[in-house]
Each structure stands twice: as C-alpha cells, then as structure tokens.
C-alpha cells in the first residue's frame, strides 16, 4: 500500500507534485493525537457492530503498540511519508496485515485531521494557560514587594505622573488575564469532535459520535458534516489571541529594553539572558526581549495567512486548509516559546529602584497636585491650570525643581496657596494622593492586589 487513495490512479504521482504537496513535515507532531484519536474510532466500530468486536480489539491493541514504540524511540516515523495519517495507517498494517485497513471505515482523512488539530490545539492550549498563569503570579509576587517604590509614569514617551512600580507591573497583570480569559473561552469552540463527518457528508453507518466525544474528552459533537470537515474558526481564533498575547509582551519587551539603557537605568538584566557584541567589550545587549519584540510579525503574518488562505473556500474541504498547520504550528511554538523565556528573564532582573525615584527629581510630574490644590480651594481647574503652566516656567527659567519651590514663590502666582501646598510635591506624596479605585497609591494597589489574587485564584483549567 503506497498510498490510501492509489486504486483509480494508471500513473504514478510526479516526482515534484509528491515534494509539493506532501505534508509529513509540518503535521508529523499529530502523531501522538491522530492514533488516540484512531483508538477511539475503532473502538466505538466494534461496540456499533460496524466492525466484529475481536477486530477492533486487534486494531485497538496494534495502535496502543505504536504508540508506545514511536513514543519510545523504537519505531521512527517516515519523513518520506505523505502525511503523518498515511504512515500511521502504513505502519498499522505492517504490524496487524489486513485488519488494519478496517480502521477507515467511516472516517475520512478529512473529519481525521480537523479532529487530530483540535485535539492538538486543546492540549496546547492548555499548557500555554499554565505558563500565562505562572507569569502573572511573577508580576503579583513582585507587585507586593513594591507598592511603596516610585518612578515615572509616562504618556507620550514623557514624564507624566509618579505611580509605583506595583502599579506598572499590575498593567501587565491584568493584560494577561485578559489573554487567560480569552483562551479559556476559545476551549468551548476548540473542544468539538468533528470525526463522524466524514469526507463531507456524513456517513451511512450508524456512529456513535457521542461516544467518541466522550472518550477523547470532546464536549460535544460538530452539528453540520460540510462545516465540520472545512472549519478553521478554531486556528484563527488562536492566531488572534496569541497576536494579542505576543502584543502584550512586545510592549513590556520595549519598556524593559528602553529600561535596561543607561539613559533610564531602571532595570538591570542578568546575564543569563542577555547576550554581548563582537567587536565592543562593553556592550550588554537585550536579545531576548528583543526577539520576542521582533517574533510578534510572525504571528501577525500567521494570522493573516490563515486568515488568507480561507477567505475565498467554497464549502467544503479543499487542500489549501492543509496550510492551516503552518500557521497554527509557528504561532503556538512562538507564543509559548515567548511566555516562558519572559518569565525566565524577569526573574533574572533587578529592579533598579534607586534610579527610579532619582529620575524623577525636577521632572515637573507633580504640577497636577499643585493645580488640584487650587482646585480644593474654590479655583476653576481651567485657571488653576493656566496658573500652575506660568510656575512650571518660571521654574524651568529660574532652574529650580518645582519640589523646591518657595512658598513665597507660589504666593507670589497665587494667593491661594498655604504650607499645606508644598507638602504635596514630594513625587512619594503625589503617588500616595491617587486614591480613587484602580489608581497608583498603596491604599488603591493593595485592594488592586486582592482583586488580582481572586482573579489568578480563578484561573483554574478547565
């Protein structure tokens, strides 16, 4: 048996069509999925009498038997294969002779593969919730130690108001929840057993899909055979999270590459996970957050290519979805990969908190109170506005950071202010006022850190 659909075929298949179209490369990691899948399959042939009971138990036992020898070096698969369903069915025979071709009743390498991908996918899935998880539990942990520390918080690139550090790394947090999120609702839609549907339209024996949905750990059966066999929702809907996914890491990237310069100083990363230069000794160069920064394309260009390669199918199966796999393959191993390296080099970082709150002296990013200060007083915001605008210039003009302003100087803008005006310029003091729910002061982030907690608590897999 060269192949499982040769008998129509007079002429053997072009040399180069065979490289062109083959798929063993890229599907080759099904294998584990695709014969549990197959044990399923004929184990529900037998107790449906669609196959003799002693049969299935034949095929159930040779397929167990595969599985344990590729699982253990034993048996190698056939890069030389067409795809990795082919060199299963293949190498089934070998082992089992002429009962080995009752496998395929009922099914086609069409329903198969949609459910080896789903199967796949769900496990993947799974995993990547686990390593999003231990991230978060990175940002909470480190949150909890920092509610005190003070830096910069920026809008345009530019000084705009102090936070703690607590506070910036929560962001993160809560980005990934909203990725965790996301993932775990996409299980309900991944978690569909496609296999019954056959080529496309079903099948004349009587299945028992319910059965196999069971046994594989599916909640349910797919309800239409032509969508079933061409649905690749479930490979984009991935793509689109792990773009999201990626996005999110790509902007915590940047920070910590802008961070880890001389010009800010806030972080320093260690040197397992940064890499030097050739031909400048000095050099300590931030390659890891870098390549993640830089791996977010290639799940953008996954999700696109997916989203290309479906666009304009007609119903319902076309060789084209073969590509899916290329796809989803590149983006889960790059989005896991670029979990785990991320936990791996925050864990190797310093948070350089002396720096922050030096980088903060005369940066003007406690005007705001001055002017909410006027504002407590009975001033309109529009005109305390304008009043603080003149001092920060006469500060920039007279060098003088405005925490070290007079309150003659203040008064001599307006009459409103009192001693009580200057206790609220220390960047500690201005991080500490912002109280309101979800705001930066200790009060704020620690209620934030219990929500955080709950949350991270609630993230158990399905």
Sequence with gaps: MSKLWGGRFELETDVEVEKFSASMNIDRRLWSVDIKASMAHARMLGEQQIITSAEAGVLVAGLNALHEEIATGKLELDNAAEDIHSDIEKKLAQKLGA??????????????????????????????????????????????????????????????????????????????????????????????????????????????????????????????SLDAVSDRDFVVEFLSNGSLIMMHLSRLSEELILWSTPEFSFVQLGDEVTTGSSIMPQKKNPDVAELIRGRVGRLYGSLMGALTMLKGLPLSYNRDLQEDKVFLFDGLDTVRASVRLMLIMLEKTTWKTESMEKSLRGDFSNATDLADDLVNKGLPFRQAHEVIGKIVNHCIKSEIPLENISLQDLKSFSPLFDERSLSLLPHLAVMKARISEGGTSPVAVEAQILKAQKALNGNKLP
């Design 99 to 224: 009962v080995a071709g009752k496998l395929h009743t009922a099914r086609s390498r069409n329903d198969q593969v949609a459910t080896d991908s789903r199967l796949y996918l769900r496990g993947e899935v799974l995993s990547l919730l686990e390593e999003i998880k231990a991230l978060q539990e990175y940002f909470l942990t480190t949150a909890k130690a920092h509610t005190q520390t003070v830096l910069p918080g920026f809008t345009h690139l530019q000084h705009a108001q102090p936070v703690s550090l607590a506070h910036h790394l929560l962001a993160y947090f809560w980005m990934l929840q909203r990725d965790h999120e996301r993932l775990e609702q996409s299980l309900a839609r991944i978690n569909s057993l496609p296999l019954g549907s056959a080529a496309l339209a079903g099948t004349g024996f009587n299945l028992d899909r319910q059965a196999v949905a069971s046994e594989l750990g599916f909640a349910k059966v797919t309800e239409n």
